[in-house]
């Protein structure tokens, strides 16, 4: 058994660096009468057993092409149950992204990433110059440097559903601009500085955008909107900083003659991440025309079983007029998470929901599975 095990092993190396299969060497080996037949079997299920085990530690794959270059992707399968009157309980398909990136130079890379749910879109596609950890340029459409939660992946998000203000306030589903999954079509410039212990204390990014949002070309004026994000994170764990926009509204009637309603926000925000514990946090306030608009969250995790089961709560509030009384939106979430492996995890939220104004039954409660590759 030891024989055929260190034998394994080695056909595996053999085969990765000479790029020939294990079937190959193990006939050679038995036509040179290095060993039997039913050795070199007892091998091939051996080493078939190892590579699969090998496989599956992996995190990622290349693809072949003329250059290298990684294809991944998700999908999440949602289950929601409604209190409110007239919703109805069922399963949809949440999420359906295909991503592909790859560096065609250590200082050259790109990325096209693609949402299949409903109406297929191109929600990423950008090319980035690296040229120092101090500078890197982005061009193309990408996320909006806005937003600690908006520039999570979704499927990175600890919770199945963004907070109300990131909603609300960062191009997404109840923005005035409609939903542009955080994303926008410009150019950015990024970068980190100050390094202890090769963590970065300074992290910037600021760009100009279109502001029209994912797919359309800017058509109605000359008006460019500028964003910026700053970061500092002095302890490893610990990051907290801010950022604005600065941009006008396309879609409606104009404020100012040419350049439509203004269509402004800032934010701050702040991460603590320690071991099993994690405490995130922002606010963001926000003007389109004359109305004046904030909200803020809280958010605590905890793994109860390391890496694997993670609970959490969050407290969510937006208000969509701050010159209106009655119509703050509160929303309490709880629930966990659970990590089978690196690329699939299971999720259930229940989110209960309070309105200033007429009181509302409308809490609902949101089971998730994620797989991806």
Same mark, same amino acid.
């Given at each position: 058994?030891?024989?055929?095990?260190?034998?394994?092993?080695?056909?595996?190396?053999?085969?990765?660096?000479?790029?020939?299969? @294990?079937?190959?060497?193990?006939?050679?080996?038995?036509?040179?009468?290095?060993?039997?037949?039913?050795?070199?079997?007892?091998?091939?299920?051996?080493?078939?057993?190892?590579?699969?085990?090998?496989?599956?530690?992996?995190?990622?794959?290349?693809?072949?092409?003329?250059?290298?270059?990684?294809?991944?992707?998700? @999908?999440?399968?949602?289950? *929601?149950?409604? *209190?409110? @009157?007239?919703?109805?309980?069922?399963?949809?398909?949440?999420?359906?992204?295909?991503?592909?990136?790859?560096?065609?130079?250590?200082?050259?890379?790109?990325?096209?990433?693609?949402?299949?749910?409903?109406?297929?879109?191109?929600?990423?596609?950008?090319?980035?110059?690296?040229?120092?950890?101090?500078?890197?340029? @982005?061009?193309?459409?990408?996320?909006?440097?806005f937003s600690m939660e908006?520039?999570?992946?979704?499927?990175?998000?600890?919770?199945?559903?963004?907070? *109300?203000?990131?909603?609300?306030?960062?191009?997404?589903?109840?923005? $005035?601009?409609?939903?542009?999954?955080?994303?926008?079509?410009?150019?950015?410039?990024?970068?980190?500085?100050?390094?202890?212990?090769?963590?970065?204390?300074?992290?910037?990014?600021?760009?100009?955008?279109?502001?029209?949002?994912?797919?359309?070309?800017?058509?109605?004026?000359?008006?460019?909107?500028?964003?910026?994000?700053?970061?500092?994170?002095?302890?490893?764990?610990?990051?907290?900083?801010?950022?604005?926009?600065?941009?006008?509204?396309?879609?409606?009637?104009?404020?100012?003659?040419?350049?439509?309603?203004?269509?402004?926000?800032?934010?701050?925000?702040?991460?603590?991440? $320690?071991?099993?514990?994690?405490?995130?946090?922002?606010?963001?306030?926000?003007?389109?025309?004359?109305?004046?608009?904030?909200?803020?969250?809280?958010?605590?995790?905890?793994?109860?079983?390391?890496?694997?089961?993670?609970?959490?709560?969050?407290?969510?509030?937006?208000?969509?007029?701050t010159s209106t009384a009655?119509?703050?939106?509160?929303?309490?979430?709880?629930?966990?998470?659970?990590?089978?492996?690196?690329?699939?995890?299971?999720?259930?939220?229940?989110?209960?929901?309070?309105?200033?104004?007429?009181?509302?039954k409308n809490n609902f409660?949101?089971?998730?599975?994620?797989?991806?590759?």
């Amino acid at each position: 058994m030891r024989f055929r095990l260190s034998l394994s092993f080695f056909l595996l190396i053999i085969a990765d660096s000479f790029s020939q299969s @294990t079937n190959d060497i193990l006939n050679l080996l038995i036509s040179n009468k290095t060993i039997s037949q039913s050795q070199a079997d007892s091998v091939r299920a051996e080493a078939a057993i190892i590579q699969q085990q090998a496989d599956a530690s992996h995190k990622s794959f290349f693809v072949t092409a003329a250059r290298q270059m990684l294809l991944t992707g998700y @999908t999440q399968i949602r289950y *929601q149950t409604f *209190q409110e @009157t007239g919703k109805h309980n069922g399963f949809d398909i949440h999420r359906a992204r295909v991503d592909l990136k790859g560096s065609i130079t250590p200082y050259f890379s790109y990325r096209l990433q693609a949402d299949l749910v409903d109406k297929p879109k191109m929600i990423d596609a950008y090319g980035e110059i690296k040229l120092a950890d101090y500078f890197s340029v @982005t061009v193309g459409q990408f996320k909006i440097p806005f937003s600690m939660e908006n520039l999570t992946s979704s499927n990175k998000l600890e919770m199945i559903d963004r907070s *109300q203000v990131v909603e609300a306030l960062v191009a997404r589903s109840k923005d $005035v601009i409609g939903n542009q999954n955080g994303r926008d079509i410009g150019i950015q410039v990024a970068g980190t500085f100050l390094k202890v212990k090769d963590m970065p204390v300074i992290e910037y990014r600021l760009g100009v955008f279109n502001g029209s949002g994912i797919n359309v070309a800017d058509t109605a004026n000359n008006e460019k909107d500028i964003t910026g994000r700053l970061i500092f994170t002095p302890v490893k764990g610990l990051s907290f900083g801010g950022g604005f926009y600065s941009g006008w509204d396309k879609a409606i009637k104009p404020d100012v003659a040419g350049k439509s309603q203004t269509r402004n926000r800032f934010g701050g925000e702040v991460s603590y991440v $320690v071991s099993r514990f994690s405490l995130k946090g922002e606010y963001i306030a926000g003007k389109d025309g004359k109305t004046k608009r904030a909200g803020w969250y809280a958010q605590a995790g905890y793994f109860v079983i390391p890496q694997k089961l993670q609970v959490l709560c969050k407290y969510d509030v937006y208000d969509p007029n701050t010159s209106t009384a009655n119509n703050i939106s509160t929303n309490y979430v709880f629930g966990a998470n659970y990590n089978f492996n690196s690329w699939s995890r299971l999720q259930v939220f229940y989110t209960i929901r309070q309105e200033e104004g007429p009181a509302i039954k409308n809490n609902f409660l949101s089971i998730q599975y994620q797989i991806g590759f």
